[in-house]
């Protein structure tokens, strides 16, 4: 395949729109949308979902270097299942249909079409890869983001010579796919996640059910510092102003250095491989590795982080972490349902003793007088 003189191929989408529409249903139409120069985020300025592009336009766009992206919406039924890591997606588990390699010349993406609508879903995974439908996007072929010398040298040799380049891999009609013939790390995540919306819906219920206090007004004065923290105080990155930014590493590695996924507005982050938003506890929550961040934050659209703030082993923990790494004093007292949950691990209480997770005044001063032996700093006497 002989490499053009420019960054961009504008042949190779001319290729893969012209197979994508041989084999589309009737009434569909590809949603096309611009990147910016070298690199994989919406141009600024306009939101890129009010910024679809006919496949003219795209060409266009294309010749003059722009990327150019395309995705599933709630009225189609494409379907792009992108595969980050082929050790956890085995081969002989992917149907086989049109394949594009992307920059990196190791991941793959996978198009259908779900006629069906079972396969209309969006399924992050933590680093195998995603199923992107509905509202998910990925970079057309012909697009290009640059390597370095480290991704190079990862590749397979005969691959270095399109190192940056999305292309077309494997030229065959594009398949039908339901859901139940997705490779199994996507049904597991899909059944997963469906539990973890169950979990939610039933604190939900719980909470219109009890009218629990918050974390932190349970706390009184002697309030832990841990529930005044804000994402940029534990991630490091203040409010971006609604550009895209480099997730930190320690949170999750995006496999590509030029990967601008998360942004911070009004003290939440999003992050925008998983399209969830974390605060500041669910934040810490990922880095104790208590639930990885497509479990902990919350879901565009849902009310309830994954992560729960109520809970009081949950709370322990991420209180311990943030302490142990500095982002809270190292005499902070510990909040009360974190402390229930101590007393009941050391059995000076049982859970039935704890009313909307605080621990009567006798159990907190035996817990107390447990801690400090073991030489922990709690904060309160």
């Known amino acids: 395949m002989a490499l053009p003189d420019i960054k961009t191929n504008p042949e190779e989408l001319l290729k893969f729109h012209t197979i994508l529409m041989k084999y589309a249903p009737n009434g569909y139409l590809p949603f096309y949308f611009v990147l910016e120069i070298g690199g994989k985020e919406p141009k600024a300025g306009i939101s ?23 995705a599933g919406t709630d009225n189609d039924a494409l379907c792009i299942m992108d595969v980050d890591d082929m050790n956890q997606v085995p081969f002989d588990q992917i149907k086989p249909t049109l394949q594009i390699t992307s920059r990196k010349r190791i991941g793959r993406h996978y198009y259908y079409f779900s006629l069906d609508g079972s396969a209309k879903k969006n399924i992050p995974t933590g680093d195998a890869g995603e199923v992107r439908s509905v509202w998910y996007y990925v970079l057309a072929p012909g697009s290009y983001v640059s390597c370095d010398a480290e991704d190079i040298e990862a590749m397979p040799e005969e691959e270095r010579q399109y190192a940056g380049r999305y292309t077309i891999t494997v030229e065959r009609p594009l398949s039908e796919i339901t859901y139940d013939e997705f490779p199994d790390v996507y049904k597991r995540r899909y059944e997963e996640k469906k539990r973890d919306d169950i979990s939610k819906a039933l604190r939900s219920v719980n ?17 832990s510092a841990l529930w005044k923290l804000d994402v940029g105080d534990v991630s490091g990155i203040g409010n971006t102003g609604g550009k895209r930014v480099p997730m930190p590493l320690e949170m999750h590695s995006s496999g590509s250095k030029t990967g601008h996924n998360c942004s911070v507005d009004n003290g939440k982050l999003t992050c925008w ?34 992560v729960d703030m109520c809970d009081g082993e949950t709370v322990y923990k991420v209180w311990s972490y943030a302490k142990l790494h500095g982002f809270i004093p190292e005499d902070d007292p510990i909040p ?6 101590y007393a009941i691990s050391k059995k000076v209480c049982a859970k039935k003793d704890i009313v909307d997770g605080k621990i009567p005044k006798v159990f907190s001063i035996v817990a107390l007088m447990i801690a400090k032996k073991e030489g922990l700093n709690f904060g309160r006497v």
């Open 48 to 70: 890129w979902k009010k910024n679809r592009k006919s496949f003219e336009q795209a060409i266009k766009l294309m010749e003059k270097g722009y990327n150019i992206g395309i």
């Open 336 to 341: 009360w349902s974190a402390l229930a949950y």
């Open 273 to 306: 491989r998983h399209y969830i938003v974390h605060n500041a506890f669910s934040y810490l929550a990922v880095l104790a590795g208590i639930l990885p961040c497509e479990r902990a934050g919350k879901e565009h659209g849902s009310s309830y982080f994954g």
């Open 207 to 223: 909470k219109q059910i009890r009218k629990p206090i918050s974390p932190a007004r349970k706390e009184g004065k002697l309030m």
